[in-house]
């Protein structure tokens, strides 16, 4: 049997069959098209996350003014406080030289009690309770409160005094100080207008000294007993009480702004006067407490 002839292999075959088993890769980009889909995915997880990151940014604000005023507030308060409850408070004698009667079966803890104090060394001059507890003015709105400054036994090798006004000062325990010089310890209490600020001067020098900042608005009302009677009533700042021997305790209200910008379209709030007012761009918040003064009120 005669085999076939073999074929020949030409050139052309020959690279057809590499080209075949070795095929050549060819590299592709991304189109135009694409690269801005990208950059626009992009762009907007971007914004997202700006986003967020102001909303987050402008609550933490908020919170940290509403916390801060707060804690203004709370410290405002205290220092009035101390010094309202103190209010026409006066030296107790611990030892008067009073004779009990009857003499037989006397209980010496019935005895009277001499609260207004003899001053036999005549260092100091008497504590008018009257014109000395409490006063107001209405131009600046401000209320002083004041009480008998006298001096103790104390743990101190001489008689000393722990008592302090409002910026934690007694003139009288200063090296050329004496009761005669300061009788009566006042703390003065006022917005000071053009730095808004809740301003304290007290009975030594120094003048006005801030207790507070951001305070944009301060309103105080007394609270009357009627004499006589049990009825109490408020009584406005202006025109001021006739009789401060009737006033019976005093309500404080604080208006106090932040200092982050906020967005409130349209919503108001109460201020001290009980008048809705636009909040603006930033926030307000407004604190109220009152204060009984214990040694006045008709009993």
Request: proline share 6%.
């Amino acid at each position: 049997m005669q085999e076939a002839p073999a074929m020949p292999c030409t050139t052309s075959q020959s690279v057809t069959r590499t080209q075949f088993l070795h095929p050549v890769a060819r590299q592709q980009g991304v189109t135009l098209i694409e690269l801005m889909v990208g950059i626009a995915i992009g762009l907007m997880v971007v914004a997202v996350a700006l986003g967020a990151l102001m909303a987050s940014r402008s609550i933490t604000g908020t919170v940290s003014d509403a916390t801060s005023m707060q804690q203004q507030a709370a410290y405002a308060f205290r220092v009035i406080g101390q010094q309202i409850r103190q209010a026409g408070s006066i030296e107790l004698n611990l030892n008067p030289s009073i004779v009990l009667t009857p003499a037989s079966g006397a209980n010496a803890a019935m005895s009277p009690v001499a609260f207004d104090a003899p001053d036999p060394t005549g260092a100091r001059p008497p504590f008018i309770r009257a014109s000395s507890t409490i006063t107001g003015a209405t131009t600046p709105l401000s209320v002083t409160v004041g009480y008998q400054n006298y001096t103790e036994a104390t743990v101190a090798a001489a008689d000393t005094s722990l008592l302090r006004d409002c910026l934690g000062q007694n003139p009288a325990l200063a090296a050329s100080g004496s009761l005669g010089a300061t009788p009566v310890l006042t703390s003065k209490f006022e917005r000071d207008a053009a730095k808004n600020e809740l301003a304290c001067t007290g009975a030594g020098g120094g003048g006005k000294q801030a207790i507070i900042g951001n305070v944009t608005d301060i309103q105080v009302r007394y609270v009357e007993q009627a004499p006589g009677t049990t009825t109490l009533k408020y009584l406005p700042s202006s025109p001021l009480p006739s009789n401060w021997n009737n006033i019976y305790a005093i309500e404080v209200c604080l208006e106090l702004t932040g200092t982050e910008p906020v967005s409130t379209p349209g919503a108001t709030y109460k201020n001290c006067s009980g008048t809705d007012t636009s909040y603006g761009d930033r926030l307000k918040m407004v604190f109220r407490n009152i204060y009984q003064i214990r040694s006045q009120g008709q009993v």
